[in-house]
């Protein structure tokens, strides 16, 4: 009598190999090899480990995956003598589906199954990718690649933690920090590239506040310079770079401390609903786009910046508070002032590490985001942008009230 477990096994590992087959079948019109072909490597996967426990031998496995490695690169070499050039990729996924098949047959069928999701993404997505990456210039790849060399060479020598003058330092936690932080600006990256120039600044004020409302402020203001009659389109802008340098943090403090979200998610909301109007009040009036270019968020140097602030803010407010909550609100609103990121990642590892509790973190929190937006003011002063600051300035500072009133609200609350 057949088992379920067999049966189960032979139509998960044939749907796995169809998903594939169906990809290359459907995106690369392939006639050789296709839907029923990669269902049938994907059983055969399968079936090598099943006569590998019957034989007690798992170079039955080895020698099924040779035979598909060789059947992939005759298969290639008959396409382009055909002249119907079969893509290497093509031969590449026909050997992951016979080890998805292998998969299966040893019960790692949700894993299976995830990897061949991923995988038919991965292949189904090829255009696209293209496309985001035709819009990096030579720059802002080796940028990339500086950056990602850096965290592979510091993640095997960094120890998971360090005492320095009595602090016990979590390094690898910092660490993680940063690329968790470096993922957002990449996304947030690769959709202001991916978007097309027409798009309004406003929503290119806002996609920069998600990696650094500062530099997106030094943005907005040398357009100003070159167009004074985008006045209101400006002003739109800065108060959306402000919001959206609201939105970046609350993500982040709630990645690395969810607790904290039930006192800051009403302020932020609040923040966010008090802002928005303003900024669409100051948009209603329409001129000619300028084209926004926001800059790599990568480099060796952004990373040593980013991991620096983020290290030198966490031990400040870890000695900060061992005295009283007023030292740690007044440390964070500093450290605010000149990067509210590393004060809100900062207050999420030590509500982590039970160091703060998530209301103080959350007050702390407001109050460095509030010195946020008055550096952003500052940025304004400093390249001339008194007339903006004008315009904003009120909003701003019924936007921070409101923050303020809103965490109160939420401690009552929760």
């Known amino acids: 009598m057949v088992s379920g477990m067999f049966l189960e096994g032979l139509v998960i590992s044939m749907l796995v190999g169809a998903l594939l087959g169906l990809e290359r079948e459907y995106t690369k019109r392939q006639e050789l090899i296709g ?58 996924a026909a050997l992951i589906t016979f080890v998805l098949g292998v998969f299966i047959g040893f019960g790692w069928r949700i894993e299976a199954v995830f990897l061949a999701v991923l995988v038919s993404i991965v292949l189904f997505s090829k ?29 095997p020598i960094l120890p998971n933690s360090a005492v320095i003058l009595g602090i ?53 203001m040398n357009i100003y310079k070159h167009s004074k009659k985008m006045f209101q389109n400006i002003s ?21 401390a969810p607790a904290t979200l039930y006192y800051i998610g009403l302020p932020v909301a609040l ?18 786009e300028k084209k926004i270019r926001i800059e790599s968020p990568f480099g060796v140097l952004q990373a040593v910046k980013l991991g620096c602030a983020i290290f030198v803010v966490f031990f400040i407010l870890n000695i900060s508070k061992v005295y009283s909550g007023d030292v740690l609100y007044i440390t964070s609103a500093i450290g605010g002032f000149f990067s509210s990121l590393a004060v809100s990642v900062s207050l ?18 407001i109050t460095a985001n509030a010195a946020g937006a008055v550096s952003t003011l500052v940025v304004l002063y ?33």
């Open 35 to 92: 839907l029923r072909t990669f269902s049938l490597i994907s059983l055969f996967g399968f079936l090598t480990v099943i006569m590998s426990e019957m034989f007690y031998n798992t170079v039955v496995i080895f020698l099924g995956f040779v035979f598909v490695a060789i059947f992939s690169i005759l298969l290639y070499i008959s396409g382009m003598m055909r002249g119907e050039r079969i893509g290497f990729t093509t031969c590449i």
């Open 168 to 220: 016990d330092m979590p390094l690898l936690t910092i660490w993680g920090i940063m690329v968790l932080v470096s993922v957002i600006n990449f996304f947030v990256f690769l959709g202001s590239r991916y978007l097309p120039v027409q798009h309004k600044v406003e929503l290119f004020s806002f996609l920069g506040g998600l990696m650094d409302a500062k530099a997106m402020v030094v943005a907005l």
């Open 348 to 365: 999420g590892t030590l509500v982590m590490n039970h160091a703060i509790s998530a209301r103080e973190a959350a007050f702390s929190f």
């Open 382 to 414: 400093i390249m001339q942008g008194k007339n903006i600051i004008e315009k904003t300035y009120k909003a701003l500072i019924i936007s921070t009230i409101v923050s303020f009133l809103g965490v109160m609200l939420a401690f009552l609350l929760f």
């Open 271 to 288: 923040v966010l609903l008090t802002l928005l109007p303003f900024s669409r009040l100051f948009a209603l009036i329409k001129h000619k």
């Open 236 to 256: 739109s802008g800065f108060l959306l770079a402000n919001m959206a340098m609201y939105v970046r943090n609350c993500i982040l403090i709630g990645i690395i």
């Open 127 to 155: 255009e696209r990718m293209h496309m985001l990456v035709s819009k990096l210039n030579q720059k802002e790849v080796g940028d990339l690649l500086e950056f990602l060399v850096l965290l592979g060479i510091i993640y």
